[in-house]
């Protein structure tokens, strides 16, 4: 018995992404050229603000740089191995970023303080201004923080998922590449003692009859 597996065809349209236009190893360098272009801006940006801000932007961006780098480095050099530690800490992003969302909405409810907190340190928000402009600048900051981590969200996992398609490409392509053998080979006594004669028979035309 031997298994065969159907032909490795790289132009199959599971490994096409963005409405089946960009093939999935291209998609995939755009995205780790993305994730690094997104964290040098959010470094940038964040080292800008306050003291704390700067403080977690610079722990976070230490790891980013080893993820998002391993990631950039296996998109264009092919090595699937080297996506694994994104696809680990991206599955764990998107859980992180889920909590974040339902902790900030609780604490809308609960502890107002930490929503002013945030608002001063992210949103710019200026607590010395009138209680009306204060409260509607609040607000936005409210509305316009929720909906980006909704879409952050899921552009993550749009990425996850096109990263997910890209490992299983390069895994699909080096899996094709193996040979298929029989499952069982058995050898008889004979088989196993039996001797090769090495010579050469004699071509039909030169045989002789006496």
């Known amino acids: 018995m031997s298994t065969t597996s159907p032909p490795f065809d790289q132009n199959d349209k599971k490994y096409f992404h963005f409405f089946g236009k960009l093939h999935v190893t291209k998609a995939a360098r755009i995205v780790s050229v993305l994730y690094v272009v997104l964290i040098s801006i959010q470094l940038i940006f964040t080292i800008t603000r306050s003291l704390t801000a700067a403080f977690f932007s610079l722990i976070s961006g230490a790891f980013s740089i080893v993820i998002f780098g391993a990631l950039l480095y ?28 339902f902790i900030f909405i609780i604490a809308i409810a609960v502890d107002s303080t930490t929503v002013v907190a945030l608002g001063e340190d992210f949103g710019s928000v200026d607590p010395n201004v009138s209680q009306e402009d204060f409260n509607r600048a609040m607000t936005t900051f409210t509305v316009v923080f929720i909906l980006f981590l909704c879409i952050s969200g899921f552009v993550q996992a749009y990425f996850l998922e096109i990263v997910y398609s890209f490992y299983h490409f390069l895994k699909d392509r080096e899996t094709s590449f193996n040979f298929t053998f029989d499952n069982t080979v058995s050898y008889g006594a004979g088989d196993v003692f039996a001797t090769v004669d090495t010579n050469t028979p004699p071509a039909y035309d030169n045989l002789e009859f006496k």
């Open 74 to 101: 296996g998109t264009f050099k092919e090595k699937r191995l080297y996506v694994v530690p994104y696809l680990i800490f991206q599955a764990l992003s998107l859980i992180i970023t889920a909590l974040s969302l």
